[in-house]
């Protein structure tokens, strides 16, 4: 008991003594560091643990023009599931009606009826269909226009931060002293551990 003993509290010895040696204090103030949960704009209902929207927020609480760009950037994804969200309802109630009506008219008994009835469906679905073309056309282009937007303001994000986590990098340079003194008191134990009989 008392070799498995002091093994354990030389460990937690050496481990709590040069654990406070491993934080790294930045060099000098860089806006990676300030990041923090609470993020503007845009990226709020996003993933709260995206480093480009977390430093990309840093930077337009500081910069009129970003945080202008940014609210335009909303604006125009709100209004678009506005927009659309209207006409997706129309499409979608008759998208419905014509499924329900072959449905329902595949339970009539009477196959003259039947084929008359399915004839009136298809002739007025055509006919839907002929009507909505350009508005469908229009719902692809505003799709198409807005994957367009969001890859160019992604990428505008991602240039724009690129620089801003080079600054957090230079501000940690990562220094090997503490690992090295570490692992030299992982060995020492180490060491011990395997002269225990």
Not at 4 to 28: A, D, H, M, Q
Not at 40 to 67: A, P, Q, T, V
Not at 105 to 120: A, E, H, P
């Amino acid at each position: 008991m008392k070799k498995i003993l002091i093994p354990s509290t030389l460990f937690l010895l050496i481990f709590s003594c040069s654990e406070g040696r491993f934080e790294n204090k930045p060099i000098v103030e860089n806006t990676v560091d300030n990041t923090d949960s609470s993020i503007k704009g845009s990226f709020s209902s996003r993933d709260n643990d995206n480093m480009i929207d977390k430093i990309y927020s840093e930077l337009i609480k500081n910069d009129k023009k970003l945080s202008a760009l940014d609210d335009r950037m909303l604006k125009s994804y709100d209004n678009q599931k506005k927009i659309l969200e209207y006409y997706n309802v129309v499409l979608d109630k008759s998208e419905d009606y014509y499924r329900d009506a072959y449905y329902q008219t595949n339970t009539v008994t009477d196959s003259l009826l039947k084929n008359q009835l399915k004839s009136q469906i298809k002739l007025n679905a055509e006919k839907y269909d002929l009507k909505i073309k350009n508005v469908k056309t229009l719902i692809s282009q505003l799709t198409t226009n807005s994957e367009r937007i969001n890859d160019l303001y992604t990428a505008f994000k991602i240039r724009k931060t690129l620089p801003e986590i080079e600054k957090y990098q230079n501000a940690h340079p990562l220094k090997t002293d503490s690992l090295e003194t570490f692992m030299k008191k992982q060995n020492q134990l180490l060491n011990e551990l395997k002269k225990l009989k």
